[in-house]
Nanobody, 122 residues
Framework: QVQLVESRGGLVQTGGSLRLSCAAS????????MGWFRQAPGKEREFVAA???????NYADSVKGRFTISRDNAKNTVYLQMNSLKPEDTAVYYC????????????????WGQGTQVTVSS
């Protein structure tokens, strides 16, 4: 089994920044994609960003230019730097691990973190 442990989110004002991290432990795998999804109240869980083992990144259009995903393979850790935050970024953010795919499809995610709340005040 793999455990994904996320850092605490928080409350930030519009235009502010926040950095999330997620560490994978347990069985470790090479060549996997890690990423982030989010879920706002009353909405479906949606893709935010993903990064392959080799460092290729993918972003949702809504966060391009504002969010940056990165990873430290030696530490099995993925980061999400969120800048220029907006109230519509308010959601529970989930770390994800996709063993075989590109990390964009909810149904294909193999492991999830417990989720961390990010709230952006207007």
């Amino acid at each position: 089994q793999v455990q994904l442990v996320e850092s605490r989110g928080g409350l930030v004002q519009t235009g502010g920044s926040l950095r999330l991290s997620c560490a994978a432990s347990g069985r470790t795998f090479s060549m996997y994609t890690m990423g982030w999804f989010r879920q706002a109240p009353g909405k479906e869980r949606e893709f935010v960003a993903a990064i392959t083992w080799g460092g290729n990144t993918n972003y949702a259009d809504s966060v391009k230019g504002r969010f940056t995903i990165s990873r430290d393979n030696a530490k099995n850790t993925v980061y999400l730097q969120m800048n220029s935050l907006k109230p519509e970024d308010t959601a529970v953010y989930y770390c994800s691990l996709d063993l075989l795919g590109g990390g964009r499809v909810v149904e294909r995610i193999d492991y999830w973190g417990q989720g961390t709340q990010v709230t952006v005040s207007s």
